[in-house]
């Protein structure tokens, strides 16, 4: 009986536990492979999110009258106007005169970075930072000198995004 076990139910037993492993691989590479086509439909699904997001905004900015009166005011480069690093805007690039920062929501009508704004009585501008959420219908004109801002106050005045 023994030699009966040893030679012949011992390797069947054997070779069964050898299939369950190549089996257990085999199962296991099948869930990969569906995790794997399960992250790409999300992101997938995602990416058509965003173009969805992203073309309604334009209709949304394509049909958004390019005339309109907004609130202007001033701002100069400082930790309590802005945000830790008051030199670089929300554009990623370094504050300057003849720039100006936009509401979000002027900034979703396409009021975007590097267009030019006719601000009524005072000039064009380049649209190159974000003000806080906070505000609506906003220009903000960049200034290095905090008096000069002061001065400057607070107007309504009509602006006008160009199209150059």
Not at 61 to 75: C, D, F, G, I, L
Request: a positive charge.
């Amino acid at each position: 009986m023994k030699v009966l076990i040893n030679y012949t139910i011992t390797p069947i037993l054997c070779a069964l536990m050898v299939i369950l492993a190549v089996v257990v691989v085999v199962k296991q590479q099948e869930i990969d492979t569906l995790r794997h086509k399960l992250v790409l439909s999300e992101k997938t699904a995602e990416a058509r999110k965003q173009m969805v997001e992203e073309v309604r905004l334009l209709q949304k900015a394509k049909y958004a009258p390019p005339v309109r009166k907004v609130t202007v005011t001033a701002y100069n480069p400082t930790t309590d106007q802005c945000d830790s690093d008051p030199l670089i805007a929300a554009s990623m690039r370094k504050v300057r005169l003849g720039t100006i920062a936009v509401s979000r929501d002027l900034f979703d009508q396409g009021w975007v970075f590097g267009r030019k704004v006719r601000i009524e009585g005072i000039g064009i501008f380049e649209v190159n930072d974000l003000m806080n959420k906070r505000f609506t219908q906003r220009v903000d004109i960049f200034m290095w000198d905090e008096d000069q801002a002061r001065q400057f106050g607070k107007k309504n005045i009509k602006a006008a995004l160009l199209e150059i």
